[in-house]
């Protein structure tokens, strides 16, 4: 790692050294805490695979009594679709998302009823047999307008069936205890967040994952330079519009390259870089990935970003990946089946040993491998990195899944095996874990 | 109105010149006026006061491609909670509120179920005997997860009952077409929309009332000097925190004094102060009722504000708002029965010929009448004021509405008088409108 990244980690240790953990704070993140170690102990013991995954901007506010905020602008939908898609691969998800943003699992409650509890929202309720408040569709609720009629004898539409779905797809996903949700709205907040969670991250070795998709602020005003009350709009007023307003604002620590150098140095660390400008977005992605120990940086331009992304490897591999045709499918299906099978590659070729992407020298190799060949060469490739009895029984295993078409129970298996291997004997806490929130 | 204020109001004036109506605002722009002018001309063929109900921040961008704003704090909840309270009162109300805040009968859900369509509101559901998504309590919810069971075979709880309630009365004011609610996000879109909402506005003469409470942004970028492309944050980067970002806003044209001078002059104006500093709240209130021309302005403190406000009047009359005590009360009863008090009386005083503040002398002698007095003294004192004829008829009125304890309809009778009175013989537009959005 270069000097200049250890420079930057210097900034970012001293940020957490100078703004002692904010008092606000204190509770949640012990509470948090409990929560998260329980959840990958959890998963540790079962062998499954967990991805933390960051999504939705963070706000920093102008004054001490927050009255403004400089907010960065992020849906949350990359991660909340994602989050949904690593569910589905047995994945375990530590979901870090920006409050009111977009939620796995809610956020097609936003696209089917309303982005927010407001009066769309209202019109789309109507009043049930039994008393309750029931969610209709539109044509449900139109009739409804007539008078407080129940929904329960109408139609169900086919919209009122995908709610209906996705409910199901939650509970089970909390009945698997398959997703622990943390909110966040400040910067303050996320950064502790962040260090929290990537601390407790550290004990899942390779079989952990970092998807880190959250619009971090650059700038921001440090708590001790903040003033205590709002900024009066008065000052110089003239009745014209050459008086204002000038803000200085310090750059915020970058703190990414903490949790390859210190935090989580054996987790498959993926950053996300958005731009709205396409001849920035590849150099600035590279630089990304250097500077921050990343293994793989997926760049996004703010306008076709629904349609394709780029990742870009360490070793200046490049692959885009675009949303596969037809009707219903989303970019995060092939994103996430990608990234997936990155990991997979990383957790099949590490033994937990090696400090970060500089020591997985095979890893690099192994992609690079996967990527030149075609499906039946890159198994085989994969398979010449690992022993003669380990790669028979994958065989056996990949055959087993190829034959189901089912990815999920596979890979469960697969990590399974892995950690019973590299079990260090330790008794998996119990307890479901549901979500925590502030 | 002294020069200065003037010199605001061309500054306000210039903004609407320079910046032509934005291209994406025109269709929203149209549509909404076409929904507004229908619901006014309805209240007004009924006789019902209207009351224009600004809530919530206002966000102004940093960039071109949106992706960092700055944004006023405001939960909306102040003009959510008023507007319900105005709608009881019989007011016809325009909400014109910060998408995703507090909206009426909304809030209700927001402060019940969840403030988002998040993984919280998720946990709020159940799936019904009938497969439709119902909304429970938290009990009942928590009982659906031992699996996907069916709440309506549930107790109904208190909360359950609450959110009945709320729906039964959201659905009351759709149907008598009490409520048009129209969204905005940027400062823009929010002054242009004021714009259009004030210049509808004016044909209610002194039955229509303007409650500005939405937090308004102080400084921006204007759209012409906008960077197009996001901010760069490695300008500069020397691995320490010494460098950052300077940013110069200019003032936002104050927009508030265009009301009384040109855009509705009749009608009944407040405008809101909100300080987190106690020692400059009453100055700084009293500064912009002269300034904006304002018939009231509300002064808030941002921690006292849910139990105390001061209302401040041009004659120099302060009064004291504070929360009914006991369980369930909301200081917004105790506000707006003051205020609808002050505006029926400046209704009752007027004839529709004056312009604006200044020229409204009686109902400032009126309204000191009445703070002065006792309620007995008070009655009298504006009785003093009216012809013989209507103040027999009103106190007829007036003790037929106490024997009922029934102000809506007081109200309602009473104007719908007024307005006989004044009447131009036009035919009100037929046609419900519920609501105006994005």
Known sequence: MSTSAHGTTETARSFFDDNSKPQTLQVKLKQTGEALEAFLDDKRGRGRPVVCITAGGTAVPLEANTVRTIDNFSTGRR??????QFIARGYGVIYLGREGCAAPFARRFQELVSNHVDLKFMDKLVLGDTRRVELGTEAAASTAKEGIVSGSGGAVTEVDERLVETLV?????VESNSLLSISFVSLEEYLWCLRMVSRCMDRMGRHGMLFLAAAVSDFHIPSHKLREHKIDSSRGVRGDASSGLTLHLDEVPKCLGMIGEEWAPDCFRISFKLETDLERLLPKARAALKRYGMHVVVGNELHSRYDKVELIFPDGAERQIKKARGVGHVIEEALVEALAQEHFNYIAEGGGVGRGVGSSPAWHRQRSLLHRKKEGGAWSGLLSFLSPRTAMSMVTIVAAAVAAR??????????????TTASEGEEARGGAVASVRR
Chains 1, 2 share one sequence.
Request: charged share 30%.
């Open 406 to 419: 089912h990815f999920r129970d596979f890979l469960v298996e697969f990590t399974r095996q892995a950690f």
């Open 169 to 173: 797809a939650y509970k089970d996903a």
């Open 79 to 84: 991660g909340a679709v994602s989050a949904e």
